[in-house]
């Protein structure tokens, strides 16, 4: 986004001479309009990237015309030229939106100068604007983070909601369900992005050190302070502040923390003086934080502090529905950045990562997906490749968390439905259904001795609705 095309209007000749010449050596295309009329209809015909308007014009002045351009071209950027050195008019100009005014009699060196600055801006202004893109489409939340489960749909709905504001949230969840995906997603969703978003892991970073990595220390805080150093908090001023393993912190520290979050404003270590900062806090911890408030391990007012809006991420073997989504999204992922055509998961392979239970979660099953990428040089992932997991064995009992019934059904059904081209048209429905049905329904009957008026009871459907389906269902009836 370079600067190219200028539009200068002076109603003096010599000017517009002297200007045009000394533009257009410099290799940019001039235009010139010897008073404002002109020049605003050379304005609303072109696209210029600067213009230099002379305040003083018969017809329209520069000043006028500059209101006339704030309203109708805006991204033009507006330069004037005023005779005398009157404070008046410069202020006047600038309030009015010009981008700089310039005082005739002038050098051309002080024109070379504004039109650097405005290449300048105007390249810098072009990069924000694709870096925000960027950062956006980076983080936009149905592209970064997969899963379509009620539970994570919750989360979605919750980062929408706390993104417009400055709550403070707290993620929660086990270790690599994805807290710090959510945690950026926050950010980059918010008012802030384009701004820092800074973390700190309070639980990789020795005690010691901890306070002054938060909140700053001056030159000779302690040994080996040999300059001043922003912390956190200052680092991530107008942006987000990851607390991450917030439950590690030390109790001393919560303390400190907790005074930040209600002053907002930090004391380096060493120094005496307060400085303020705008801090939007996201925390994360994948400890029960109220069974650590019971235990006094942290403080209770840090918690409701914190607390404010709660996400909880739900382990991934209670979400099993997002597995295949999942698999998906880091196949294409991985084979991406490892340059390779993209692999398949056979419907075997598909049974075992939708079984195991992933105590890692989804960063265990990213690895997983990875390592088999890696290793295999087949395009179409089997069973063998994650032979590393441990299936889910067999039927769970019930009310089991590990594998729901539907898990078990899918795995089921994808073994059977692999002849799938072998099927009749339009009987796999109802053969599915059936074969779901007919043993719900002898269990039920099983259970209640025989009894069809409990069994419908049970069941939740009309007697004879159940008296019907036993005998279409070919249910043999027995009495104990
Ligand atoms: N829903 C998801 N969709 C896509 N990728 C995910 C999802 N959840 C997690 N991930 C990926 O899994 C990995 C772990 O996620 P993240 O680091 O956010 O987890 P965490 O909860 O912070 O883990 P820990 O407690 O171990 O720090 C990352 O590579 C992340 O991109
Ligand atoms: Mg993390």
């Known amino acids: 986004m370079s600067l190219t095309r200028i539009l200068v209007a002076d109603d003096e000749e010599s ?18 309009a010897i008073d404002g009329r002109q020049a605003l209809a050379m304005i609303q015909d072109n696209s210029y990237d600067l213009a230099i308007l002379d305040i003083k014009m018969p017809g329209i002045s520069g000043l006028d015309l500059l209101d006339k351009v704030r309203e109708q071209k805006k991204e033009l950027l507006v330069v004037i030229m005023t005779a005398e050195a009157s404070m008046k008019n410069a202020v006047e100009a600038m309030k009015r939106g010009a981008y700089d005014y310039i005082t005739k009699p002038f050098d051309l060196d002080v024109i070379d100068a504004i039109i650097e600055k405005v290449a300048r801006a105007r390249e810098v202004a072009g990069q924000v604007t694709m870096l925000k893109q960027e950062l956006k489409d980076r983080y936009q939340v149905e592209k970064n983070i997969i899963g379509n489960s ?21 993620v929660q969840g086990e270790s690599g369900t994805g807290k710090e995906l959510v945690a950026r997603a926050v950010h980059f969703n918010s008012g802030r992005l384009g701004k820092p978003f800074v973390a ?29 150093k922003l912390g956190k908090f200052e680092q991530a001023n107008q942006g987000t502040l990851f607390l991450d393993e917030i439950g590690d912190m030390p109790l001393d520290l919560q303390a400190k923390i907790l005074r930040v979050l209600q002053e907002r ?25 109220m069974e650590k408030v019971r235990q006094k391990e942290f403080r209770e007012d840090l918690f409701y502090r914190l607390n404010v809006v709660p996400i909880n991420l739900v382990p991934l073997r209670e979400r099993r529905e997002d597995i295949p989504q999942l698999v998906q999204y880091f196949l294409n992922r991985v084979c991406t950045e490892m340059d390779v055509p993209t692999k398949q998961c056979s ?14 979660n989804v960063r265990e099953l990213e690895n997983a997906i990875k390592r088999a990428v890696i290793l295999s040089n087949d395009q179409l992932l089997t069973g063998d490749d994650f032979s590393g997991l ?23 059904l994808r073994a059977c439905l692999k002849g799938i081209e072998q099927l009749e048209k339009g009987e796999i429905h109802s053969m599915v259904l059936e074969q779901v049905e007919r043993p719900l329904i002898r269990i039920i009957l099983e259970k209640t001795r025989w009894n069809q008026v409990k069994a419908a009871d049970i069941l939740g459907i009309n007697r004879n609705t159940l008296r019907k389906k036993i005998s279409e269902l070919g249910i043999e009836l027995k009495r104990d």
């Open 15 to 32: 000017m517009r001479w002297v200007l045009s010449k000394a533009l257009k050596r410099k290799g940019f295309s001039v235009d010139l």
């Open 347 to 360: 419907d075997e392979a598909m049974t075992v990562l939708t079984g195991h239970s992933w105590p890692g």
């Open 150 to 170: 009620p539970a994570m749909r919750e989360v979605y709905k919750t980062i929408g909601k706390v993104a417009v504001s400055d709550v403070t949230v707290l």
């Open 200 to 228: 700190i892991n309070c639980a990789a970073i020795p005690k010691e050190l901890l306070e002054s990595e938060l909140f700053g220390s001056e030159k000779g805080a302690f040994t080996g302070a040999v300059e001043r």
């Open 265 to 289: 404003e930090v004391t380096r270590t060493g120094g005496n003086q307060s400085i303020p900062v705008d801090v939007r806090i996201v925390a994360a911890t994948n400890q029960e934080l």
């Open 390 to 412: 441990e299936p889910v064995s067999g039927v769970e009992p019930a009310g089991s968390k590990d594998a729901s019934l539907e898990v078990i059904v899918d795995g089921k």
